[in-house]
């Protein structure tokens, strides 16, 4: 029986913990779909493979990684979005190197496991020049020339999907947990407001359309201060209407992470400050303060806007994050260029395994 390795190179991240578990389930599935083949997969981290890497040929490290570990195939799973003019691409294969390419976020943030699975099965049929037949979910079949094969969307939803499953790789619910010093920032003024009878007062005659513009304010305030202030925006640059699309895409994502990650910590903080003031504060003592009587909406309205405060007082701790701690924060891992030891490393390592 013949005997064959799949690496898997992927991306810290989603992408890492996706190939993890493939790393155990697809050999089996892949022992099924090619009958008297024995297949192992190893699956293996590769930084450069993260968004935001620089401007790096995946193609060529999988290569060069094939060849030094000793693989038959190797799959690149990146966080990059790839395209084809204005079509999301969701995976490449190079026959001739028996090396492919997978973009995650290109398959959306829903049952991402049997999708990535099912487009690696279309992928390594591909590559071993079987007809790479198989869901539509995966994308339609394109090939570019007799060594080349992709996997593309169409341009509305494909660009979509894309988007969405860039924010799934962030992971933007895991943004406020990066960042300490914004954690503290918040936790302080939350304290601050909580003891402070002049911020009972202020909540008592704030009314709901105040509280809600405050708390759109201090949302709005933390996230562009987050984005400026670690100049997490890039800029188009003027190499093409591709690559300024690119940057767009780069830039939305970020927003809507950004976005995503401010009002998961405003929820957590509002749950966290209602529980204090259920067990500090006494409706007696409350009563005793406001001079009127207190129900549940006048601890409810004290703890919205306390929350909206420690949320700026947030905003003012994140300003002083480093700017590496912030964009491992809000992207999970996103360098800011290849490293030219680990590549002077691959080149070295590649030749002594000729």
């Known amino acids: 029986m013949k005997h064959l390795v799949l690496g898997l190179l992927a991306a810290p991240g989603v992408a890492h913990d996706l190939a993890r578990e493939l790393e155990r389930e697809l050999p089996a599935a892949l022992a099924r779909r090619f009958s008297g083949t024995e297949w192992t997969v190893v699956a293996r981290g590769e930084p450069r493979a993260a968004a935001g890497a620089g401007n790096v040929d995946l193609v060529k490290i999988a290569r060069r990684r094939m060849l030094r570990e000793g693989w038959d195939l190797a799959i690149c799973l990146t966080d990059l979005p790839l395209h084809v003019g204005r079509r999301p691409v969701i995976a490449h294969a190079a026959v001739s190197t028996g090396v492919g390419l997978v973009s995650v976020p290109a398959l959306g943030a829903a049952?991402?496991?049997?999708?990535?699975?099912?487009?690696?099965?279309?992928?390594?049929?591909?590559?071993?020049?079987?007809?790479?037949?198989?869901?539509?979910?995966?994308?339609?079949?394109?090939?570019?020339?007799?060594?080349?094969?992709?996997?593309?969307?169409r341009p509305g939803r494909g660009n979509l999907r894309l988007l969405v499953g860039m924010v799934r790789a962030n992971r933007p619910w895991r943004l406020a947990s990066g960042l300490s010093r914004a954690l503290v920032g918040a936790l302080g003024t939350a304290a601050f407001g909580l003891a402070s009878t002049g911020v009972w007062h202020i909540a008592d005659g704030m009314g709901v359309a105040r509280s809600v513009a405050l708390c759109l304010g201090a949302v709005l305030v933390?996230?562009?201060?987050?984005?400026?202030?670690?100049?997490?925006?890039?800029?188009?640059?003027?190499?093409?209407?591709?690559?300024?699309?690119?940057v767009m895409?780069?830039?939305?994502?970020?927003?809507?992470?950004?976005?995503?990650?401010?009002?998961?910590?405003?929820?957590a903080l509002l749950a966290i400050i209602v529980l204090c003031e259920a067990v500090l504060i006494s409706p007696h003592v409350l009563e005793q303060e406001l001079g009127?009587?207190?129900?549940?909406?006048?601890?409810?309205?004290?703890?919205?806007?306390?929350?909206?405060?420690?949320?700026?007082?947030?905003?003012?701790?994140?300003?002083?994050?480093?700017?590496?701690?912030?964009?491992?924060?809000?992207?999970?891992?996103?360098?800011?260029?290849?490293?030219?030891?680990?590549?002077?490393?691959?080149?070295?390592?590649?030749?002594?395994s000729r």
């Open 111 to 153: 049952d991402l496991e049997r999708r990535l699975r099912q487009t690696l099965m279309r992928l390594v049929a591909g590559l071993l020049g079987e007809s790479p037949s198989g869901s539509a979910s995966v994308g339609e079949l394109v090939k570019a020339d007799e060594r080349t094969i992709r996997f593309v969307t």
């Open 292 to 352: 009127h009587p207190v129900n549940a909406g006048d601890y409810l309205g004290l703890a919205w806007v306390v929350t909206s405060l420690a949320t700026i007082g947030g905003a003012l701790g994140g300003a002083v994050e480093s700017d590496d701690a912030v964009r491992e924060a809000a992207y999970d891992y996103r360098p800011d260029e290849e490293s030219e030891d680990e590549m002077a490393e691959d080149d070295l390592e590649t030749a002594a």
């Open 249 to 267: 895409l780069f830039n939305l994502a970020t927003a809507i992470t950004i976005a995503l990650g401010v009002i998961t910590l405003y929820v």
């Open 222 to 246: 933390t996230c562009v201060s987050l984005i400026v202030v670690h100049e997490l925006w890039e800029h188009a640059p003027d190499a093409g209407r591709e690559a300024r699309e690119r």
